[in-house]
Each structure stands twice: as structure tokens, then as C-alpha cells.
């Protein structure tokens, strides 16, 4: 079973620039979530999706922060302008919509340095 | 905001001895509860999880529960130098399988 991907692995970019990342998750996983680990920290929900709703963005920073889920199944995450605030790697992880005693899987992780 | 809590560390432990981590939660509807281990530079895996009180066993790993306290462990036994790394522990906190993280422990176990 192929697990989640990410691309790019690293990003480097200046601030006040933009920056998208892109998230595969495992075939059939209906539940979709993006974190943020600051480097030290516990990753940190920024949105998840059920499919291609919407189910939590409360902690997405929408002033420059984006994400969709287009036809539910790969998502991108958006960041424009960018802060120096923003280094940290973020996570992607997919679900089974079975129940909350599934897996969540992560991919590889995109590690952005905002210089 | 829903809150996990864990102590950052390091947790530092002797070769074969018994690890013990420890995670508290502020949500007394979490329903199910997920132990991570992340090596420096990798991604979360999965170590186990736990959804009854009580205690849950998978080979040097023991999961325990308290809802009444609202408090979950994890314990190691026979702790090896591959065992060091960060245990992040993650709390289900809803039927919408919202699923938040604590700060993570820092584990170093000593040959």
C-alpha cells in the first residue's frame, strides 16, 4: 500500500513570498489533516477535511494561510505572504473514515525555511 | 482550545530499564488515544493506541488509561538506545476524528 507524499521535501523562500505544498494521501482515506511542527514542538492542527468539506480550520491563520481538498482525495496548502514565523515542517497525514480508532498515517513531511 | 499536555524533557534512562511517559488531557469527551514515536528528522509513526481504561500490551510497550483522571501513560520496558527519540501522545477528540497532539516527550535511553 503506498503510503502518503508530499512534495517538495524542502522549500526555501524569502518573506513576504508564497509557497504551496502538496498532499497524495493513501488511497481511500477519506479523512485528511495538515499540521505544523515547529522545530522542539508537537504538530499543531491547521485543518482538517472530511472528503472535500471542511471539518476543523479554527488554528489556519486565513490572513495568509490556505488549503483544498478538490474532489476529496489530493490537497494543497497555501502560504501568502510568507513570515519568518512560518519555518517549520509541515505534515500531512490521512485517515480511514472507519471510526477515531484508525491509524493516521504522515507522509515524508515539506521542511520550509522562510529567510 | 482543547489541550495535551506532556512533559518536554528529556527523559533520560539507563539501557533495559523502564521508561515511563506520561500525557494528560482537558477534554473529558476524548474518546481514543494514540501513542507516536518521531525520530529526529522523521515523521510520527504509530506505536499503539488505547480506548478502554485499563492497560493495553503490544511486546515492550504498555499502554494505560484513566479517563476518570484524564490521563493516559506510556510505559517501556527493557528501554533501548533505539527506543530514544520524541513519544508524541494524541487525543481523538471527537466522533469528527479531530486529532491533536501534545508537545512530546524527548526519550534518551543510555547504552
Known amino acids: 500500500e503506498a503510503g502518503v507524499a508530499q512534495s517538495p521535501r524542502y522549500k526555501i523562500i524569502e518573506k513576504r513570498q508564497s509557497v504551496a505544498f502538496w498532499c497524495n494521501p493513501i488511497?481511500?482515506?477519506?479523512?485528511l489533516y495538515w499540521y505544523q511542527q515547529i522545530l522542539g514542538q508537537g504538530p499543531k492542527l491547521l485543518i482538517q477535511f472530511q472528503n472535500n468539506g471542511v471539518v476543523d480550520d479554527s488554528q489556519l491563520p486565513k490572513d495568509r494561510f490556505s488549503a483544498e481538498r478538490l474532489k476529496g482525495v489530493d490537497s494543497t496548502l497555501k502560504i501568502q505572504p510568507a513570515k519568518l514565523e512560518d519555518s517549520a515542517v509541515y505534515l500531512c497525514?490521512?485517515?480511514?473514515?472507519?471510526?477515531?480508532?484508525?491509524?493516521?498515517?504522515f507522509g515524508q513531511g515539506t521542511r520550509l525555511t522562510v529567510v | 482550545q482543547k489541550e495535551v499536555e506532556q512533559n518536554s524533557g528529556p527523559l533520560s534512562v539507563p539501557e533495559g530499564a523502564i521508561a515511563s511517559l506520561n500525557c494528560t488531557y482537558s477534554d473529558r469527551g476524548s474518546q481514543s488515544f494514540f501513542w507516536y514515536r518521531q525520530y529526529s528528522g522523521k515523521s510520527p509513526e504509530l506505536i499503539m493506541f488505547?480506548?478502554?481504561?485499563g492497560d493495553k500490551e503490544d511486546g515492550r510497550f504498555t499502554a494505560q488509561l484513566n479517563k476518570a483522571s484524564q490521563y493516559v501513560s506510556l510505559l517501556i520496558r527493557d528501554s533501548q538506545p533505539s527506543d530514544s527519540a520524541t513519544y508524541l501522545c494524541?487525543?481523538?477528540?471527537?466522533?469528527?476524528?479531530?486529532?491533536?497532539f501534545g508537545g512530546g516527550t524527548r526519550l534518551m535511553v543510555k547504552p
Open positions: 488511497s481511500g482515506h477519506a479523512t
Open positions: 494524541a487525543v481523538n477528540i471527537d466522533a469528527g476524528n479531530m486529532l491533536t
Open positions: 497525514a490521512s485517515r480511514a473514515r472507519s471510526g477515531m480508532n484508525t491509524e493516521a498515517f
Open positions: 488505547i480506548y478502554s481504561n
